[in-house]
């Protein structure tokens, strides 16, 4: 391996480490179009092969915070109205105002804004799987063995996963990143100073050493994920927000404490990473975003606020497939764990690169399907398993779902990896 030359980069406010997004399509697509493609003896075939037991493990993946972009359903409903229309009158109907015209029109410091973004990608990301289930007939509990979320994506991910209603979901997300953006709020106002998150990419054989050092400087006695062993108060505390892969990590905190500490990694600790603050405008996954994990419980403790269903939890268990969760990288095992780690992941390490490698390696996982806007899952997926597209030699791929346009793609290549057995992907 060449030897690593890292640049200095100093942290830059408008900059994505993520891949940008493309603007909304204008161009429409009709949804029979599409539907012939996949009609006839190809479309039986897919459903006739549809044994658990005998096709790839596959995972469906949603993303977080930071795809957002104005127009993002457009697309979708352009393409196929019939089935996205609806659906957007209902999250209209249920948040209590016009969340579709933030999406369509903007501006886009409107729809950055915590409480609106959250909730626009959560609704599109389901959106966009009702449609291939509806249009497309995608039968999502036959052909998908995993769900997992990315930070926000979680709420997808459980609701697909049969663990909470899509009305409850909405709900909790709404009510979370308003408590959120309110821990910001009152931060700046009582204590002053700013608050974001920042990445830092480095090597991958850099990596390891790199979060020793994060930990000795913030006061940890070892890589865990909570910070009370910090001797700091919260309002200067900084975590390890995100392990989002094998060389790329997230810190989310005091921003003036995140530059203390890469001053101090330059300078001390023989690390020069390439740091970029992400356009995010609270601390996430830090000690600042406690008090929305003590609101969370209450929520996840309350009955569902489904016409019909008051009478019933909010929270349902089992589900229908397992749902990995961001801070333990497993999947939830009862209820009570399904509340006290949803909660905590509002404080706690999105631990997205374990996660990855659990499905990877100890299940087998051989088919990855990102679902929802933008395209930064799909690329951190697809580094950390080795595939992009469909991978013949490996039995399965990566495929990401955010445009009309790259339905037929994904569930073409699907169908041809349908019929390869467990045995050939051992």
């Given at each position: ?23 909304a ?36 993946f ?40 933030i ?28 449609v ?38 909405l ?44 930990h ?29 892969s ?6 989310s ?142 039995g ?31």
């Amino acid at each position: 391996m060449k030897s690593f030359a890292p640049r200095r980069i100093p942290i830059r406010s408008t900059f994505f480490l993520e891949d940008c997004a493309l603007n909304a399509s204008k161009t429409s697509y009709p949804a029979t179009t599409y539907r012939l493609r996949l009609s006839g003896e190809r479309k039986e075939r897919r459903h006739a092969s549809s044994n658990k037991s005998s096709r790839p493990k596959t995972a469906l993946f949603f993303p977080g915070q930071g795809v957002q972009r104005v127009g993002m359903l457009t697309p979708w409903l352009e393409a196929f109205p019939s089935t996205a229309g609806p659906i957007v009158e209902e999250i209209d109907d249920l948040l209590g105002y016009k969340l579709s015209s933030i999406i369509a029109n903007g501006p886009n410091s409107t729809l950055t804004a915590t409480g609106n973004a959250q909730p626009a990608i959560m609704a599109s990301s389901i959106l966009i799987l009702r449609v291939l289930e509806r249009e497309f007939g995608f039968k999502t509990h036959e052909r998908v063995d995993f769900t997992l979320g990315h930070s926000l994506g979680e709420f997808a991910a459980l609701v697909v996963g049969g663990y909470v209603e899509f009305q409850d979901s909405l709900y909790l997300v709404r009510k979370r990143a308003e408590i959120m953006a309110e821990c910001s709020r009152r931060a700046s106002a009582e204590h002053g100073g700013e608050y974001g998150m920042v990445a830092l990419v480095t090597e991958p054989d850099h990596l390891s050493s790199l979060i020793e050092a994060i930990h000795e400087f913030l006061g940890h006695n070892s890589a865990g994920s909570k910070s009370e062993s910090a001797e700091v108060p919260p309002i200067q505390q900084v975590l390890i927000a995100n392990m989002n892969s094998k060389n790329q990590i997230v810190l989310s905190g005091n921003i003036g404490r995140v530059k203390e500490l890469l001053t101090h990694l330059r300078q001390f600790g023989g690390h020069d990473p390439r740091a970029v603050r992400l356009k995010s405008d609270s601390p996430f996954h830090s000690p600042l975003m406690r008090p929305a994990a003590k609101s969370m419980m209450k929520l996840l403790e309350g009955k569902s606020k489904v016409k019909g269903k008051e009478d019933k939890d909010l929270l349902m268990f089992p589900g229908t497939m397992a749902c990995i969760s961001n801070v333990s990288a497993r999947p939830f095992h009862s209820k009570e764990e399904l509340k006290d780690l949803w909660s905590r992941s509002c404080v706690e390490t999105v631990r997205w690169w374990d996660s990855i490698k659990y499905l990877d390696q100890e299940k087998k996982v051989r088919r990855w399907i990102g679902i929802g806007p933008g395209k930064v899952g799909r690329n951190l997926v697809g580094k950390e398993v080795g595939m992009r597209g469909m991978d013949t030699l490996k039995g399965g791929g990566v495929w990401g779902i955010s445009d009309p346009k790259e339905i037929e793609e994904a569930l073409k290549a699907l169908d041809e990896t349908e019929s390869l057995g467990v045995e050939e992907l051992k």
